[in-house]
């Protein structure tokens, strides 16, 4: 979310004056970024996405807004507009505070939002990069372990109350996957949010398939009357994305405007009713019918 706010305001190419606010002091993983620097807002965001330096927040933060509050109220209104109802923040890094919590449907839009973004997604997929924050050319590697085996993102994460965090973006397979990994144990190599996003990521690819519904030319409705009936076919194979592991029904939802819609799942797809040349006559006298009418009272 800082890197987005701060993409509102800035583009790649543009510079800025590192500020960090009022008694900062640096906490978690930092880059120790110095004050009064020239930084790019590439190298900013490398440092903030790609490093994962708490220190390059409160400075996109102060960049951004002059001050911290502001900030995280930008923060907090661009999470309203993405829907995320379960989320508050109060810092721009992440660091476990009171009162400042999100859940994993609310990470789920947020990543969503962020991958539309080229420019993150260009960033995350760096193995490394170069900065110069400390007066010479230094080589900073991706907190993320998983590059060269295809999640060529997104953020990793680790604080107490989390635990081992890691959003994963994985386009492999003719899909994209996104993994969200929260709360794994922290374990002597810090490596567990890895293991379980690849165990999140082999469940998606067995689990989750194209499934044919409906093949071309099979028989999907009947035309009726009383001396024929003709059976329509399928004109195209209806294939959908589904959980192969549950056993769905097709069911026959609606008829308006000349059509049919089936129902798999949560998939639609609806079937012309054709016309036909099918027809019966009806002959009769009107004058006969009535006096039979007539009759009768």
Request: net charge neutral.
């Amino acid at each position: 979310m800082t890197a987005i706010v701060l993409l509102d305001k800035y583009s790649l190419n543009e510079y800025i004056t590192t500020e960090f606010p009022p008694n900062y002091e640096y906490e978690g993983k930092v880059a120790y970024i110095p004050e009064n620097i020239e930084l790019s807002i590439e190298n900013l965001l490398e440092l903030l996405l790609i490093y994962s330096a708490n220190d390059a927040a409160y400075i996109s933060a102060i960049a951004v807004s002059e001050n911290v509050d502001d900030f995280i109220y930008l923060m907090n209104n661009k999470a309203k507009a993405f829907g995320m109802n379960d989320t508050n923040f109060l810092n721009p890094d992440g660091m476990d505070e009171e009162n400042h919590y999100t859940t994993l449907n609310d990470l789920l839009k947020l990543t969503i939002k962020a991958v539309e973004k080229n420019e993150i997604v260009a960033l995350v997929s760096k193995a490394k990069f170069v900065a110069n924050i400390t007066g010479k050319e230094q080589i900073y590697n991706s907190t993320n372990l998983l590059l060269e085996e295809g999640f060529i993102g997104l953020k990793t994460g680790w604080t107490d109350k989390a635990g081992l965090t890691f959003i994963g973006l994985n386009q492999n397979a003719n899909r994209e996957i996104l993994t969200i990994v929260n709360k794994s144990k922290v374990d002597e190599k810090k490596y567990t949010h890895f293991s379980d996003t690849k165990l999140l990521y082999k469940s998606s690819i067995e689990t989750y398939k194209d499934y044919k519904i409906i093949n071309k030319n099979q028989n999907i409705y009947i035309l009726r009357n009383s001396t024929s009936a003709n059976e329509v076919k399928s004109k195209i194979d209806w294939i959908a994305f589904v959980n192969i592991s549950k056993i769905y029904k097709i069911k026959l939802t609606e008829y308006y405007d000349n059509k049919i819609i089936f129902t798999y799942s949560k998939y639609n797809q609806s079937f012309k009713i054709l016309d036909t040349n099918n027809k019966i006559k009806w002959n009769f006298n009107p004058l006969k019918l009535f006096k039979i009418n007539a009759n009768q009272y």
